[in-house]
T-cell receptor
Framework: DGGITQSPKYLFRKEGQNVTLSCEQNLNHDAMYWYRQDPGQGLRLIYYSQIVNDFQKGDIAEGYSVSREKKESFPLTVTSAQKNPTAFYLC?????????????FGPGTRLTVL | GQNIDQPTEMTATEGAIVQINCTYQTSGFNGLFWYQQHAGEAPTFLSYNVLDGLEEKGRFSSFLSRSKGYSYLLLKELQMKDSASYLCAVMDSNYQLIWGAGTKLIIKP
């Protein structure tokens, strides 16, 4: 089955620790995205990657890092520099077919920093 | 700045019709999207409008007026499973999605 997977679904970490969230897709999509969702707010873009070995900062990149060594994988590291890391993190990939251009999401990782 | 506005919460009755509005001001426009998000889950794609007019897909329809910066999502024959948040997003001139905060739809029997 084709799709986007994120692991783990729930993650708990102590303050000051770095943590890496996994995102894998087997849809052969070039572009991938990381968003953060907080209650009462719209999704906010952290980082995105249009092709392998290239990525760009989104609106709230501070305290986060990414890599894109393979087309299928786009892991996100939440560093200790991120001041308020507790949130729901969503990974997406983009499908461009004809005149349609749509992002599809993985199931998300809920990170809680204690 | 870029802005997407939609109501925070709406309530409707099972079997009825509800319209969720979205207004936007963005730098450029390359399409408007509606997503459904159940509590604790990821958003799922519902519809995409890039030209003015109404797009119908089963019980759900989406309308766009680019000149007014306005869209609505129309849900007919409401079912309890339609209780969810509905997210409006606009693709700007850089092909990035700008998101509204979402409308929580509560369906009552």
């Amino acid at each position: 089955d084709g799709g986007i997977t994120q692991s783990p679904k729930y993650l708990f970490r102590k303050e000051g620790q770095n943590v890496t969230l996994s995102c894998e897709q087997n849809l052969n999509h070039d572009a991938m995205y990381w968003y953060r969702q907080d209650p009462g707010q719209g999704l906010r873009l952290i980082y995105y990657s249009q092709i392998v070995n290239d990525f760009q900062k989104g609106d709230i990149a501070e305290g986060y890092s990414v890599s894109r060594e393979k087309k299928e994988s786009f892991p996100l590291t939440v560093t200790s520099a991120q001041k308020n890391p507790t949130a729901f993190y969503l990974c997406a990939s983009r499908a461009v077919q004809g005149h349609t251009d749509t992002q599809y999401f993985g199931p998300g990782t809920r990170l809680t920093v204690l | 700045g870029q802005n997407i506005d939609q109501p925070t919460e709406m309530t409707a009755t099972e079997g009825a019709i509800v319209q969720i509005n979205c207004t936007y001001q963005t730098s450029g426009f390359n399409g408007l999207f509606w997503y459904q998000q159940h509590a604790g889950e990821a958003p799922t794609f519902l519809s995409y409008n890039v030209l003015d007019g109404l797009e119908e897909k089963g019980r759900f329809s989406s309308f766009l007026s680019r000149s007014k910066g306005y869209s609505y999502l129309l849900l007919k024959e409401l079912q309890m499973k339609d209780s969810a948040s509905y997210l409006c997003a606009v693709m700007d001139s850089n092909y990035q999605l700008i998101w509204g905060a979402g409308t929580k739809l509560i369906i009552k029997p």
